[in-house]
């Protein structure tokens, strides 16, 4: 479910709209900040994650090898999430674990100001998402978008279907 297409060649931004994960019966409530780009087309293994109190876990040649979560992974009831760094490339990779068989969790598209074209934090995202559709757990900046002064500002590259309706064509 959360998927995009590469990016046409434009100025873009790596912090605005994204992708949260809920509970659909208001669960835990966990709150965080920040984000970073989620391109899973291009292979790349980057998940921003917006989680509060996560620190860096440890690593493990687990975690590495992608097969389980390392030992000091934060967790919360059908998620875990881990923060892989790596100096000598740099890499800095936020990873996010997630049991799909959980009936109680799903995924939600948003948007910027709740419009098709406009620009914002994923916090404010995250603060938009309705009490009747769930607690948000986790947030992932899902997509790049048009940052460019213009009719489409805000505008995403990419694929974009929010509640079964295509908002942006590839």
Same mark, same amino acid.
């Given at each position: 479910?959360?998927?995009?297409?590469?990016?046409?060649? !434009?100025?873009?931004?790596?912090t605005l709209?994204?992708?949260?994960?809920?509970?659909?019966?208001?669960?835990?409530?966990?709150?965080?900040?920040?984000?970073?780009?989620?391109?899973?087309?291009?292979?790349?293994?980057?998940?921003?994650?917006?989680?509060?109190?996560? !620190?860096?876990?440890?690593?493990?040649?687990?975690?590495?090898?992608?097969?389980?979560?390392?030992?000091?992974?934060?967790?919360?009831?059908?998620?875990?999430?881990?923060?892989?760094?790596?100096?000598?490339?740099?890499?800095?990779?936020?990873?996010?674990?997630?049991?799909?068989?959980?009936?109680?969790?799903?995924?939600? !598209?948003?948007?910027?100001?709740?419009?098709?074209?406009?620009?914002?934090?994923?916090?404010?995202?995250?603060?938009?998402?309705?009490?009747?559709?769930?607690?948000?757990?986790?947030?992932?900046?899902?997509?790049?978008?048009?940052?460019?002064?213009g009719?489409?500002?805000?505008?995403?590259?990419?694929?974009?279907?929010?509640?079964?309706?295509?908002?942006?064509?590839?």
């Amino acid at each position: 479910m959360i998927a995009s297409v590469p990016a046409r060649r !434009s100025r873009i931004s790596p912090t605005l709209p994204g992708w949260l994960v809920v509970r659909s019966d208001g669960g835990v409530s966990e709150q965080g900040h920040g984000g970073c780009a989620l391109r899973p087309p291009l292979l790349i293994a980057a998940l921003a994650l917006l989680l509060a109190g996560c !620190s860096k876990a440890a690593e493990s040649p687990a975690a590495k090898a992608g097969s389980k979560e390392p030992a000091g992974a934060q967790r919360l009831p059908g998620i875990a999430y881990w923060h892989d760094q790596k100096g000598e490339v740099p890499w800095s990779i936020h990873i996010v674990k997630i049991d799909r068989s959980r009936s109680d969790l799903g995924f939600v !598209s948003t948007h910027a100001r709740n419009t098709v074209l406009g620009l914002g934090t994923l916090g404010s995202q995250i603060r938009s998402v309705p009490p009747s559709v769930g607690k948000p757990l986790v947030g992932i900046n899902g997509d790049f978008y048009v940052v460019d002064n213009g009719p489409y500002i805000g505008d995403p590259r990419g694929l974009q279907i929010m509640n079964g309706e295509l908002v942006s064509a590839p």
